[in-house]
């Protein structure tokens, strides 16, 4: 039985949908003689440029809209999307295995999103993207704790580089006068990390669909309170602002928890550094944000510690 979320077969009759139809069963056709640590690490990349846009989008949006209000409305929002899906599968569909892991990840996530979106108006994205690279360390500390995974050297040794690269790119901003706001989003990653890890364990019993579905749900839930308390009316393009924000993040998180079902979870985090210059594109396509020498110099050790874990753990079948 195919994954809940793909769209329901339409007749040829060449209509736009059909056509993403067929580009998605074209680019699926294309990857299937990968080995499944090399998709999953292909997923990787293509949730961060879709968080990338998300990413530039919310902080747009954030920045008139109180940080609880903007989070809750993100995962409705999510949710909203994927009520299509839920209409049509019907609610046994989508009844997990195991709630108490859903609403666990659904806290973890909350709290360091409520982190997040307090710091995201006030910093530029290369430096949100950096810092949130310090999330690959918590997780592969607690993929080898927790969840038993083999810690690799390549895998290590991919990670500190990148780590590098970051430190490179953030380390100046760290003394500004912003610097507090750089710290509430480093206090998020050990939450994001949690919630990735939660995320993976509960990939081998549940559907991505299904964790998909209940992540909105639980964010939503938690969230909801905090947004009523300093609620403020959207305007439209708000809503519409939010509504595009729910398909990036929809497809954004089930293309990432596909690929933690496909590989090692830490197998895919050195691909997380190559995020850095998708989110440095974006702040200077809308923001202005030029990047600095450090961004650039940081970016190109980011790249090359990248490419390498790629070309290694391509070559491995899970």
């Known amino acids: 039985m195919g994954p809940p979320l793909q769209p329901p077969p339409t007749p040829p009759n060449g209509s736009t949908r059909n056509l993403l139809q067929r580009s998605l069963a074209g680019l699926r056709h294309r990857t299937s003689h990968l080995p499944p640590a090399a998709q999953g690490m292909l997923l990787v990349a293509a949730s961060g440029m879709i968080f990338s846009v998300l990413n530039a989008l919310m902080r747009l949006l954030a920045q008139d809209m109180p940080a609880m209000q903007s989070q809750f409305l993100r995962y409705f929002m999510g949710l909203v999307v994927l009520a299509p899906w839920l209409w049509r599968d019907g609610l046994a569909a989508y009844k997990p295995q195991s709630v108490r892991g859903q609403f666990a990840r659904g806290a973890c996530h909350s709290a360091g999103l409520a982190l997040w979106f307090i710091a995201l108006p006030r910093i530029p994205l290369a430096d949100m993207t950096a810092i949130g690279f310090t999330t690959p360390l918590f997780v592969m500390i607690g993929a080898y704790l927790f969840l038993g995974e083999v810690m690799r050297w390549e895998r ?143 970016g190109a050790v980011i790249c090359t510690a990248t490419i390498w874990i790629a070309g290694r753990e391509s070559r491995r079948v899970n």
Not at 174 to 196: E, K, N, R, T
Not at 205 to 227: D, N, Y
Not at 265 to 292: E, H
């Open 156 to 298: 290590w040794l991919a990670a500190a580089v990148g780590m590098c690269g970051v430190l490179i790119v953030v380390g100046p901003q760290l003394s500004a006068s912003g610097g507090v706001y750089h710290l509430i989003m480093l206090a998020s990653a050990p939450m994001f990390a949690a919630s990735f890890l939660i995320t993976k364990a509960l990939t081998r019993h549940e559907r991505a669909g299904v964790i998909l579905m209940w992540q909105a749900i639980t964010v939503s839930l938690i969230s909801l309170p905090l947004a009523l308390w300093a609620w403020q009316w959207p305007s439209a393009w708000q809503w519409l602002g939010f509504l595009l924000c729910g398909v990036l993040g929809s497809a954004g998180h089930y293309a990432l928890t596909k690929a933690f079902s496909l590989a090692d979870i830490s197998a895919t985090q050195g691909l997380r550094f190559l995020d850095l210059v998708w989110s440095a594109l974006m702040g200077w396509l809308i923001f202005a944000d030029v990047p600095t020498g450090t961004t650039l110099i940081g």
